[in-house]
Each structure stands twice: as structure tokens, then as C-alpha cells.
């Protein structure tokens, strides 16, 4: 479960989110009661993916750069919540900074991406602590700084992310009882389990 507190031209609006995963190729994700768009959900397969409204009754496919649209208008973008791959679309570099680590990732040329530059932040036990996005132009759009973190067997995990962008708006991303390595099949994610009604 996700609690999303969003900022957005002086106002705030809270959201909850059940958040499923499995790999990189497969995300559920959906808003729950009581918010208004309670049963709006998306679901991605492999590169292929969904939105559903309850109000409109039927999954819409989506292009694949709609990955990069922030889900309210400001905060997470789907590729964050699904944890895109990085690395299919980045080159890395990383050098010792300190406590940790500055990787700085440029995108493929081809590469369908929104930013022309990130810039992330890890501790010495590689744990996230910052990301800066820069756009195609190299200017600051955004950034994430990764708080909170639990130790999950041996993982650990930041459970809270501010993002804040140039504009102001800001989300404040809280992670609930984070579960990892449930056996879920990849038959879970699918447009059925999208348009079901809770």
C-alpha cells in the first residue's frame, strides 16, 4: 500500500494505492476507497499498458510513453511505481562520493525517455538516498530524496520519497508493510484482474 500526499498549486490531496509488482515487466496498480477515483487503476505487461476508470467501464490501452506521466499531475510517474529497468535505456557512470556513490546515467540515443539526465545518490550499502532529473535541455525539473529505510531480510529499503519539482508541487510517497519475493503468478496481471470491481 502506497499513501500519496500531493501538493499541487498550493493544494493538497492524499491518495492510497495498491501496488503490485513482479519483475520489471509486470505492474498493477490501482487507487483505493474512499477517494473518488476509488477502482481507477493501470496495469502494464511487458511494454503493453492499460488504464481503467470505473466510470468509463473498460480498460484503455496506452501508449508506452505515458510511463512517464505523473499519475495525479505531479509525484510518481508509473515507470516509478513499476520500477522500470534503468538500464535498458541508460549508460552509467559512478564514481566514490563521500558516504556512497554519485552514478550519473545519460540515455541511449534512441532511448524512449523523458530526461536527458539523472543524477542518483546511494549509500555505501547501495541503498537510494537521491535522484536529480534534468531535462533535454540539462536543467533541474525534479528531484527524489529516499527516507525511511527498513531492513527486509537482507534488503534494505527507503519507505518514504519526497519528490518536489521546480514549479513547487510536491508528493510525499510513504511505503506500508512492503512485502518482497511473494510468489505471484504472472497470470495475476492481467485486464480481468484490472477491471474487477472491489
Avoid at 102 to 116: K, S
Avoid at 117 to 145: C, F, H, M, N, P
Amino acid at each position: 500500500v502506497l499513501r500519496l500526499d500531493l501538493t499541487l498549486s498550493g493544494q493538497t490531496e492524499s491518495h492510497v494505492l495498491e501496488v503490485w509488482t513482479l519483475g520489471e515487466d509486470y505492474a498493477l496498480i490501482r487507487i483505493l476507497p474512499p477517494d473518488p477515483d476509488a477502482g481507477t487503476g493501470y496495469l502494464k505487461v511487458k511494454d503493453d499498458l492499460w488504464y481503467y476508470s470505473p466510470d468509463v467501464g473498460m480498460a484503455i490501452e496506452l501508449p508506452a510513453i505515458a510511463l512517464g506521466d505523473a499519475l495525479f499531475g505531479a509525484g510518481p510517474s508509473l515507470s516509478d511505481l513499476s520500477r522500470s529497468t534503468l538500464s535498458d535505456d541508460y549508460d552509467a557512470t559512478a564514481v566514490a562520493d563521500g558516504d556512497g556513490y554519485l552514478l550519473t546515467l545519460i540515455p541511449h540515443p534512441d532511448a524512449p525517455v523523458v530526461y536527458g539526465k539523472l543524477e542518483i545518490r546511494v549509500d555505501l550499502d547501495s541503498v537510494l538516498e537521491q535522484i536529480v532529473y534534468y531535462d533535454q535541455r540539462g536543467e533541474v525539473v525534479r528531484t527524489a530524496i529516499f527516507s525511511h529505510v527498513v531492513k527486509l531480510g537482507e534488503r534494505s529499503f527507503p519507505t518514504q520519497i519526497i519528490v518536489e519539482d521546480t514549479r513547487g508541487d510536491r508528493a510525499v510517497e510513504r511505503i506500508e508493510d512492503p512485502q518482497f519475493d511473494i510468489a505471484i503468478d504472472p497470470s495475476f496481471f492481467s485486464l480481468d484482474r484490472l477491471e474487477e470491481r472491489k
